[in-house]
C-alpha cells in the first residue's frame, strides 16, 4: 500500500532537533545530492499520486513518504509521514514539497 522511501545517508556533522512543520528559515540550500532525490520523488509521484518531501534545514538530507496505490486513501498524512522519516538522521526538517508543489524558499548548493 504505502511505501516510505528512505533516502540516501547524506549525513554531514551532527545536529539535533526535532521536525517542524511550518516553522519559517528563510531560505534552504539544498545540496545536489538532495536535489537529485527530489527529481527521483517527482518521478515516483507522477502527476497523480500524493505525497510529501521533506529536507533537513542544513540541505543535507532528505526523506519522501508518498501513496503507491491508484486509489490513496484520505486522511493519510504525507507530511508528517516525511517529516517522521527525515528527523532519524537527527536533525531538524521541514516540508520542502507538498505533491509537487514547494514550500519553501531554496536554492541549490554551488
Same mark, same amino acid.
Given at each position: 500500500m504505502f511505501k516510505k522511501i528512505v533516502a540516501a545517508a547524506l549525513m554531514l556533522g551532527l545536529a539535533a532537533g526535532c521536525?517542524?512543520?511550518?516553522? $519559517?528559515?528563510?531560505?534552504?540550500?539544498?545540496?545536489?545530492?538532495?536535489?537529485g532525490y527530489y527529481q527521483e520523488y517527482l518521478r515516483d509521484i507522477q502527476p497523480?499520486?500524493?505525497?510529501? /518531501?521533506?529536507? $533537513?534545514?542544513?540541505?543535507?538530507?532528505?526523506y519522501y513518504y508518498y501513496c503507491t496505490d491508484i486509489l490513496c486513501m484520505a486522511g493519510v498524512s504525507y507530511r508528517k509521514g516525511a517529516l517522521d522519516g527525515c528527523k532519524r538522521w537527527g536533525?531538524?526538517?521541514?516540508? /520542502?514539497?507538498?505533491?509537487?508543489?514547494?514550500?519553501v524558499s531554496y536554492k541549490i548548493e554551488d
Open positions: 521536525a517542524t512543520e511550518g516553522k $519559517s528559515v528563510g531560505q534552504v540550500t539544498i545540496t545536489n545530492e538532495v536535489w497523480n499520486k500524493p505525497g510529501a /518531501f521533506a529536507v $533537513s534545514v542544513d540541505g543535507h538530507n532528505a536533525k531538524e526538517c521541514l516540508v /520542502f514539497a507538498y505533491r509537487d508543489d514547494i514550500q
